[in-house]
């Protein structure tokens, strides 16, 4: 069955259902996804309720209602359609939307899953908009959630901008009118909020000789060396979109010195943006990374459903919650980052690790493990492993590496794959990015089986 075969027939079935659930996950693709398919189905006059959940598990299964909806999986449930299976749901109960590894199981769940079809770069919230479009081709304006969590699963990455279908759903947007694709811009994040100076000093990818890292010299740099004025009239820091074409190649012009100075490739200076004009400007709803950011705030604090709301055009109470959400986020991934370098971490030939036991939520130490490794030995992947407040007989593991590393031959989830599995765990997601869970009895040595999966990825 083809990828499009997929998508008509998954849409199908929803339109001839009478009352739906969906069931999602709480990062920005799994938001997004739920927030894209609410609104589809609420459209077509369909009851509609949604269920968030961390991970799709057997603790987590009680919170899929026993009834007679159709449960929409969305961004879960192609890896664990054996839970489906145990519960007893059969294939009429239930459509899976997903973009992870499908697992074999005797009963035949209808899916939309492009990974199968050969598009890796494809999040579940972009196949969510191509059922949705498929559903009523007037979901066109729910083409700008897509990019958000195509952007925010880090769809967009590799090749410095979104590719394939996922590019194609950037195309909806701005046919409809409230996407903007700014090219061969450069390619970092917080162009909309963050003041110039800051917004370069944190460069990761590429990370920028003398300025990644380091705002004071950024700052010489843009006043001294660019004659960049850093203030508006109103004594307020210029943002990155505030500037003017000209600014833009100027600065973009000496970063790519500086890399060619420390002989480092150019490759990934550039990338696209995509801006949303129909929101207000110097908020993290301006462009899609930082949107993305956003809603991850929302999901790994609890709140997946005021991410929702903002999702579907709450701009009261819900929004302001969910800037709140995004606050105390920065500010506890700051003190992980923090913790994370004064700590130091343990190193082995490929890896770079670090436990923080209970010290910080296990929703949070991927991102803080991210932010750590732009500030460490970037050629070694970094594991941060944490404990689980709800489960004290699991460790939950979360690995982050780079784009260099990935073309190198680096695949993280396949590593925590092979290794958690071994020890009755489970592993899963990107190949810069992947996490896992394994019985808490077992961490000992699993660094070291991780490094030695890496090492033979590498040879």
């Known amino acids: 069955m083809g990828f499009e075969k997929e998508i008509s027939d998954v849409a199908g079935i929803i339109k001839d259902s009478g009352k739906v659930t969906i069931i999602s996950h709480i990062d920005a693709d799994g938001i997004t996804s739920e ?12 009851e509609v309720k949604s269920v968030f959940v961390r991970q799709l598990e057997p603790l987590t299964m009680k919170h899929v209602p026993d009834d007679n909806s159709l449960k929409i999986f969305i961004d879960l449930g192609s890896g664990q359609q054996n839970l489906l299976e145990e519960r007893g749901l059969s294939e009429r109960e239930v459509v899976i939307i997903d973009h992870h590894v499908s697992q074999d199981v005797d009963t035949h769940y209808l899916q939309a899953n492009g990974l199968p079809h050969g598009h890796e770069k494809l999040s579940a919230a972009g196949t969510g908009y191509l059922v949705a479009r498929e559903i009523n081709d007037s979901n066109i304006d729910l083409a700008k959630l897509a990019v958000i969590g195509n952007v925010g699963d880090m769809m967009a990455r590799e090749h410095c901008g979104l590719i394939g279908p996922a590019r194609e759903i950037v195309d909806d947007g701005v046919e409809y009118g409230n996407i903007e694709v700014v090219k061969d ?137 969910a800037e709140h959400m995004l606050r105390h986020h920065r500010k506890i991934i700051r003190e992980m980052m923090e913790y994370i370098l004064d700590k130091g971490v343990e190193e082995c030939s490929h890896l770079q690790h670090i436990h923080v036991g209970d010290r910080f939520p296990d929703t949070i130490v991927g991102i803080g493990a991210g932010m750590a490794l732009s500030k460490l030995d970037r050629r070694r992947p970094i594991m941060v492993l944490c404990y689980l407040s709800d489960d004290p007989e699991l460790v939950k593991v979360s690995m982050r590496t780079n784009e260099m590393m990935v073309q190198e031959g680096l695949d993280l989830q396949a590593a925590l794959l092979e290794a958690s599995e071994k020890l009755g765990g489970a592993g899963g997601g990107h190949k810069i990015a992947a996490g896992a869970y394994i019985p808490k009895e077992s961490e000992e040595g699993f660094a070291e089986d991780v490094n030695r999966i890496l090492r033979k990825q590498l040879s």
């Open 35 to 46: 927030a894209i398919m609410r609104q589809a189905v609420a459209r077509e006059g369909i």
């Open 185 to 321: 811009d450069l390619n970092c994040y917080g162009i909309s909020t963050r003041p110039l100076h800051i917004c370069l000093s944190f460069a990761d990818d590429p990370h920028i000789p003398g300025i990644s890292n380091r705002p004071g010299e950024a700052q010489n740099m843009l006043a001294f060396e660019a004659g960049i004025q850093l203030r508006k009239g109103n004594g307020k820091w210029k943002v990155w979109e505030d500037l003017d074409i000209d600014e833009r190649k100027n600065i973009i012009g000496r970063l790519a010195l500086k890399l060619h100075s420390a002989g480092e490739p150019l490759d990934r200076l550039r990338g696209e943006h995509y801006i949303f004009p129909d929101e207000r400007r110097y908020t993290p709803l301006r462009n899609a990374s930082e949107y993305a950011t956003m809603l991850n705030a929302c999901g790994r604090w609890v709140k997946p459903h005021t991410g929702s709301a903002v999702c579907c055009g709450e701009r009261g109470d819900q929004y302001r919650e």
